[in-house]
């Protein structure tokens, strides 16, 4: 016994069945409407995310010990890129800064600020006249010139910065470069 199969021997499908097996025009163009929908929530999402990665908030890794014990090596932070929009610096902020002697970024903390003369001598640190009282270095650290002599003196002229690392002997910073000008500061580090 064989068996034959041809169209018209078929039994015809029950009415509307055909147009319910394919999709419908107006089906496709909601698909592709959505997809598109999905690409641009995507694009907008990544742009908002360089945007705000760029001019607001961004992760930081630090890279050696300059900041020890405050910061550790290879840990992240945030660094606020907009805080200085809406204000100075201060004395004890943690920076990142543009650094002037090998152009990579820096974390370091500012010790004066415009106006401000700071005076180095046998390990101790003065900010106009006075001893600095450092409570975030470890006690008894000292704060000796990168010079050959025992004292060194710098003024922050405007827009200048004077900035050290927390490890001071660890530290390349204002006492090899000088007072940093304010456009190097790229923000305030958050811990």
């Known amino acids: 016994m064989s068996l034959k199969w041809s169209l018209s021997e078929a039994s015809p ?34 742009a908002s995310y360089l945007f705000i990665s760029h001019f607001f908030l961004q992760s930081v890794r630090v890279v050696g010990i300059s900041m020890a014990p405050t910061l550790h090596d290879a840990d992240r932070y945030l660094l606020n890129r907009w805080v200085f929009h809406l204000r100075d610096p201060r004395p004890a902020d943690i920076v990142v800064l ?50 050959r002599s025992n004292d060194q003196i710098f003024r922050c002229a405007k827009d200048e910065y004077f900035v050290l690392g927390d490890n001071r002997n660890n530290s390349v910073d204002s006492r090899q470069y000088g007072p940093v000008p304010r456009w190097r500061i790229l923000g305030l580090i958050v811990h």
């Open 13 to 46: 499908l029950p009415q509307g069945a055909a147009e319910a097996a394919l999709p419908a025009a107006g089906d496709r163009r909601s698909v592709w409407r959505q997809l598109g929908q999905f690409a641009l929530v995507g694009v907008l999402a990544f």
């Open 98 to 147: 543009r650094d002037p002697l090998d152009h990579g970024c820096s974390v370091k903390r500012v010790i004066a600020v415009p106006g401000d003369t700071v005076y180095l001598r046998d390990g101790i640190l003065y900010v106009n006249g006075k001893r600095m009282e450092e409570p975030y270095l470890v006690p008894g650290t000292a704060t000796f010139t990168m010079s």
